[in-house]
């Protein structure tokens, strides 16, 4: 199939790449000169682990291509997949004048019908805006057919994102109509060829289906942070808890990790648009509003322990391991490190930070704390503890899941350990004489 994807950002690159790998003519478009010559050489803008070489293969094989021009890479496109950015308003709603302008230039541009596929996270009733706005220009350029609107969520985790493209839970289409309903299934049938693994309902309910996901998760995320600092009260160990409840099949072991809260690009925006969503028919939400309100309580949690352990954080060098929102990704948007940066350089800390991925991006955001040698990112996690106060464990990178503690020990200045993400053991820390604080556990004496 002839295809088109608007937007190469995360969503957008992974579509791209995966429909041209199951041999599918795919053209890429995106305002970002900068973005597209990069992709053009073959360069990824964006850390995901394979990326590259599906976009390298694919180049080579003809399959893909990259433009900043739209009409001209929509021009023989059966599907164009919108991929944009649908950020947080000021109001905390999901502005989603991105994909209107995108819909307004297919509208003005297409000289053919197509299937116009919103694969960006939008508020219920966004494809029947982009239905609306497409038939206007229809009607106002006389030509004889309408495009046809599916909203298509996508449910790909950053890290993991080809893998899950490649082989999804579930693939849902919202359409009404049979005959763009039959092209989105051939379009997908090759990555569902175990299972019929494809749901198909109205536009409104996949709209909703995202949001719900996502604000799911999010709220397993907080109920257990939750717990955890009730645990840690209690003198109980959440991981004992983790363990106990996570075996029952009802409940499962995914998204009940206690640590120090979830970032990233889609969770807490998601559950902003939501709540805006239910403000606007007067309704509120206060499952919703407590688990953003953890949530941002929860992020606060690595100062809060380095305060009760240091004191006076003013003068002190601190070690920070990991800055992406998670691992696997080096997107930091709504990161936890952010919050924690944020008070530390503002507090008078020097900072020493290891993240194998996100470090240019956390540079870009403290040009100045670099630049004045505040902020120091480091390119091996080992340098980043010289003489530091404690090392805070921020993203559960694998490459921290089995350090060197001996290293560790000798090279902090106070043996202390702020763990994020209940990566170690208590007992093994502190028998390396290292003081481990996690994240509902219990502090070994
Ligand atoms: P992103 O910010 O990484 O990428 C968006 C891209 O769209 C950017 O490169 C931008 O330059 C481009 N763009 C904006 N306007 C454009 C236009 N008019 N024409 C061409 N390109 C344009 O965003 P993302 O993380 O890929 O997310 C995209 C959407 O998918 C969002 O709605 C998001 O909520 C949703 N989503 C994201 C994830 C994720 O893990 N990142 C997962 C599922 C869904």
């Known amino acids: 199939m002839q295809i088109t994807v608007i937007g190469c950002g995360y969503v957008g ?32 803008p964006i850390f995901e682990p394979g990326i590259e070489a599906l976009i390298t293969t694919n180049l080579r094989a003809g399959r893909l291509a990259f433009s900043t021009d739209t009409a001209g890479a929509c021009s023989r496109a059966e599907v164009i997949f919108i991929a944009v950015g649908t950020p947080s308003a000021a109001d905390g709603s999901a502005d989603i004048s991105q994909i209107v302008a995108v819909a307004s230039e ?25 239905q609306s706005v497409l038939d206007h220009q229809c009607q106002r350029r006389q030509v004889a057919w309408q495009h046809r609107v599916v909203s298509n969520p996508e449910f790909l985790k950053e890290g993991a994102a080809i893998d899950d493209f490649m082989r ?20 997908y049938e090759p990555f569902v060829r175990n299972h019929d693994r494809i749901l198909c309902m109205s536009r409104r309910a996949a709209e909703m289906t995202k ?23 209690l003198g109980v160990d959440v991981e004992e ?61 690595p100062l809060r322990m380095l305060k009760r352990e240091l004191g006076n954080l003013h003068g002190r060098t601190l070690a920070i391991w990991g800055l992406a929102f998670k691992p696997g990704t080096d997107d930091i948007r709504d990161a936890p490190s952010l919050v924690l940066l944020d008070a530390l350089l503002a507090g008078g800390s020097s900072v020493q930070a290891f993240d194998p991925a996100a470090s240019d991006n956390i540079a870009q955001r403290y040009p100045e704390a670099v630049k004045e040698g505040q902020l120091k990112l480091l390119q091996d996690p080992y340098a980043a503890l010289n003489n ?31 763990d994020g993400r209940n990566q170690y053991d208590p007992q093994t820390m502190a028998s390396l004489g290292l003081r481990h604080v996690g994240v509902g556990r219990q502090v070994a004496p």
């Open 168 to 187: 999804p839970d579930r693939v849902v289409l919202g359409t009404d109509d049979a005959d763009a309903e039959r092209v989105m299934r051939a379009l």
């Open 388 to 418: 530091a106060d404690a090392l805070v464990l921020l993203t559960e990178w694998k490459q921290f899941r089995q350090p060197d503690f001996h290293l560790v020990a000798q090279r902090l200045r106070t043996p202390l350990v702020i």
């Open 241 to 301: 808890v983790r363990k106990g409840i996570g075996s029952d099949q009802r409940i499962g072991h995914h998204f009940i990790y206690a640590g120090c809260g979830y970032g990233g690009s889609c969770f807490p925006k998601d559950i902003r648009a939501m709540l805006q969503m239910a403000a606007q028919y007067d309704m509120p939400m206060p499952i919703l509003h407590s688990v953003e309100a953890r949530n941002q309580q929860q992020k606060t949690w």
């Open 13 to 44: 690159l992974v579509t791209a790449t995966c429909f041209a790998e199951m041999g599918n003519r795919v053209s890429c478009v995106d305002t970002s000169t900068q973005r597209i010559n990069a992709l053009q050489r073959g360069e990824a």
């Open 106 to 130: 297919l509208g003005r541009t297409l000289d053919q019908p197509a299937i116009v596929v919103c694969k960006s996270t939008a508020p219920v009733g966004t494809a029947c805006r982009v």
């Open 211 to 233: 949001y719900a996901a996502n604000t799911f998760l999010a709220t397993r995320i907080s109920f257990i942070n939750e717990i955890a600092s009730l645990c840690e009260q």
